[in-house]
């Protein structure tokens, strides 16, 4: 039943998804009132759902969610995940999990679902995230499944996903100012609405924080009697000789470096061990969390493409990366993976970029002045994107030489008419938008 191709599938969903884009006077307005109506019409789906671990943070929300259903799943328990946004299409938010491994769900499933909760709203305004969120819940609860991994998609306190009565846990991986028109300008205002998620007597577990952040997810577990446990204080993770050491109450682990690569990669994957080891029910051995790191995918975080369209556009001998980072931390993060790289094997740094107009573009490309890129801005395909001359003028201000080129695949060309001195490493980058671009021009599929 989930195993159906989506390639064979009809796209009936796709005129329901874009009609719901135009449901609500606006894309954004976080509430739960719509959400709470919808799920009572339709009988409480959010009642019947697998025990949850729900998931919020400004960056490493997927890696950890990634990292974590990888771990369950080694240990042979079913995984519902939801995720957002999608790379290439809607169906990659949600994942229903069986034995063996879970897998998107199908059109079928898809369609049928958007269709019950659109009958059932009966043309009232809602939001494009609530009704979507409705149909994903409406899925998992009618199919069995151990675990839920449920990923907000803004903020936390009035996401459409917190609507869930209880958790089994909650995670708050790193936050950082982003979204700032919703969410506040200041960081600890920012994580505050983020500790929305924490629940009286489930465990929140917490992510190396900024002290501001800390403080104010601190307050909101003790208002709601929730028990913390702290990324430096209650566990350990760190690369050392070439592996993974985790240390918490329970010992100490040395495991393998994970699949996915960089140094905040280690922490995204320590905040999943020490939620994977807390819950002793599940029976996470060392064996589990081994496989899992090995296991994990995550698209568009730091993944090479070296073997599809992109690759055979650009310079032959060309190293080519896409990460999706599109904040000020996350191109911190990017750009400490590019020290290790750039160690390992110094080559001239060229960036291919797009951005949305809402995104700090200038903090954004702060975080890579020390090694003094060449960016191509390019257009993004979204509603808000920002226009390739004003990320050229950003990239200026950060001291790059940076022009405008009119896709991805024109940078690429233009890359390789110029015949760079050594062997050029390519970074594709800005926004999660412009690497699902990417990923339909390298002709690869998220599974």
Not at 249 to 274: F, T, V
Not at 425 to 439: K, P, V
Request: proline residues 5%; aromatic residues 4%.
């Amino acid at each position: 039943m989930i195993s159906e191709s989506p390639k064979q599938a009809p796209r009936r969903s796709d005129a329901l998804l874009a009609r719901f884009l135009h449901m609500h006077p606006k894309e954004i307005e976080l509430s739960l009132g719509r959400m709470q109506r919808l799920l009572s019409d339709l009988g409480h789906p959010e009642r019947r759902l697998p025990a949850t671990v729900q998931v919020a943070g400004t960056n490493g929300k997927g890696s950890t969610t990634a990292f974590l259903r990888a771990f369950l799943e080694a240990r042979g328990l079913t995984v519902h995940a939801y995720t957002s946004p999608h790379l290439l299409r809607f169906h990659e938010r949600i994942r229903l999990g069986e034995k063996g491994g879970g897998a998107l769900v199908t059109e079928t499933l898809l369609t049928e679902s958007l269709e019950e909760v659109d009958r059932i709203n009966a043309g009232r305004p809602i939001t494009f995230f609530e009704i979507t969120t409705a149909a994903a819940l409406l899925l998992f609860s009618r199919f069995p499944a151990n675990i839920l991994l449920l990923e907000v998609g803004l903020g936390g306190r009035y996401d459409a996903t917190n609507v869930i009565p209880s958790a089994k846990a909650s995670v708050i991986t790193s936050v950082s100012l982003d979204h700032r028109e919703f969410l506040g300008e200041d960081v600890g205002s920012i994580a505050g609405e983020k500790a929305g998620i924490l629940k009286t007597g489930t465990p929140g577990f917490i992510a190396t924080q900024q002290p501001d952040a800390l403080a104010a997810i601190e307050r909101a577990a003790a208002r709601v009697g929730a028990s913390l446990h702290v990324a430096g204080r209650d566990w350990l993770s760190r690369e050392t000789d070439g592996s993974l050491l985790f240390e918490d109450n329970r010992g100490r682990l040395r495991l393998p470096l994970p699949s996915l690569i960089g140094s905040h990669q280690i922490e995204n994957a320590g905040c999943a061990i020490a939620v994977a080891r807390a819950c002793a029910d599940w029976a996470i051995e060392a064996r589990h969390i081994e496989a899992g790191l090995l296991r994990a995918k995550w698209p568009a975080r730091m993944q090479s493409l070296q073997t599809g369209r992109i690759a055979e556009i650009a310079p032959m001998d060309a190293e080519i990366w896409l990460d999706g980072g599109h904040n000020p931390d996350g191109g911190r993060a990017i750009a400490l993976t590019l020290d290790h790289l750039q160690q390992g094997s110094p080559r001239p740094l060229m960036l291919i970029a797009g951005m949305m107009r809402t995104k700090d573009s200038d903090g954004f490309f702060e975080a890579f002045g020390r090694h003094a890129p060449e960016v191509l801005a390019v257009p993004v395909n979204a509603v808000a994107s920002r226009h390739p001359s004003d990320v050229v003028q950003s990239a200026r201000r950060a001291g790059f030489a940076a022009e405008a080129a009119g896709s991805i695949a024109d940078a690429l060309r233009l890359i390789a008419r110029r015949k760079p001195q050594g062997r050029p490493r390519i970074l594709i980058t800005g926004s999660l938008h412009l690497a699902g671009e990417a990923l339909a021009l390298d002709g690869f599929a998220v599974s």
